[in-house]
């Protein structure tokens, strides 16, 4: 019997799963390779803790790994319901949070690399967890994209550790998930068939879409992030905020040092700020993650469902 141990916890809402124990052996290379290798030999593993019956589409799953650097305190590898991503904002904190609860890390910063390079995280005293992106930055601004029916949506491509397709809708509000997740899904869809990339012909494949935040006093801005599975995110999506201040900072609209509040389209909030990069800008975001829960995966040699289930769409 195979077994994995892992850790759940959700960040604004949207859940992390955090395997500490029973993943098998990626090498020593860098996270990236360590990313392919796992996606190429060891996908069993992505797909028996994030797809049915144990797992759901909106669930984004973790592997710790031993760093490369002494001075890194983790490696890691994110991956949801269709693949793998170069990094992620809400799993970050939800590893710090997670690696906490475990007592392996304390109030402080700690180094942790990622698929899309080296970042940084804060676990504060309020228990809090901040922590510094990649370097962000925009692609191409004021982009349009004509979804089906002839109707023109204009937006910026942006990198945040993720690639972006951004862009403002009147309305972003819990009542509007539907319209807005079927707008997100046909500019998804639009972009493929239009042959918009990001850089080096890079797939995007989030996209966010933003509206006035639930009240000025608690926001700055309210998003819907539809993720690559196709579902969205709980959490106003720390990459996508990166990104977003990318935009913000290009358009001269935020300064560095300026806090940008980030509502989720569930209300719960990321602050962000930046400071300038070389390329881009370097974001900070500030969240908080909690544990919900410690278990065990079981995979039974008897169970043909052990690798999880390709549940048949409508
Ligand atoms: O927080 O960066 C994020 C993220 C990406 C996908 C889901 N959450």
Redesign the pocket.
């Given at each position: 019997m195979t077994r994995l141990k892992y850790i759940d916890s959700h960040t604004g809402g949207?859940p992390t799963r955090v395997v500490i124990a029973g993943a098998p052996d990626l090498g020593a290379g860098s996270m990236e390779e360590r990313k392919r290798c796992l996606a190429a030999e060891h996908d069993w593993l992505r797909r028996c803790l994030i797809l049915e019956p144990r797992g759901s589409d909106w669930l984004?799953g973790c592997l710790l790994q031993p760093p490369v650097g002494p001075r890194s305190e983790a490696g890691v590898i994110f991956f949801n319901n269709t693949g793998y991503?170069g990094?992620?904002?809400?799993?970050l904190i939800g590893v710090v949070e997670t690696l906490a609860y475990e007592k392996r890390i304390g109030v402080g910063t700690h180094q942790f690399e990622t698929p899309a390079g080296p970042v940084s995280a804060t676990l504060h005293e309020d228990g809090t967890v901040s922590f510094t992106n990649v370097e962000s930055f925009v692609y191409r601004k004021n982009v349009d994209v004509t979804l089906p029916g002839g109707r023109t949506v204009r937006g910026d491509i942006a990198y945040g550790?993720?690639w972006f397709f951004l862009a403002e809708e009147a309305k972003v509000q819990a009542g509007d998930l539907t319209r807005l997740w079927t707008r997100a899904k046909e500019i998804r869809q639009a972009l493929d068939d239009q042959g918009i990339t990001g850089a080096a012909g890079a797939v995007i494949d989030?996209i966010e879409l933003f509206g006035a935040p639930s009240s000025a006093e608690t926001a700055d801005s309210r998003n819907f992030v539809l993720?690559p599975g196709g579902e969205y995110?709980r959490?106003p999506?720390?990459?996508?905020t990166s990104a977003k201040l990318a935009c913000l900072a290009a358009k001269q609209l935020l300064a560095p040092g300026e806090t940008w509040r980030q509502e989720s389209i569930i209300g719960s909030v990321f602050t962000g700020t930046y400071q300038p990069a070389s390329n881009g800008i370097l974001p900070t975001i500030r969240g908080r993650a909690f544990v919900t829960g410690r278990s065990e995966c079981l995979l039974d040699p008897h169970d043909d469902f052990r690798f999880g289930i390709e549940t048949p769409q409508p």
């Open positions: 949207e984004v991503l990094m992620c904002g809400h799993g550790g993720n989030h993720c995110d959490s999506c720390g990459t996508g």
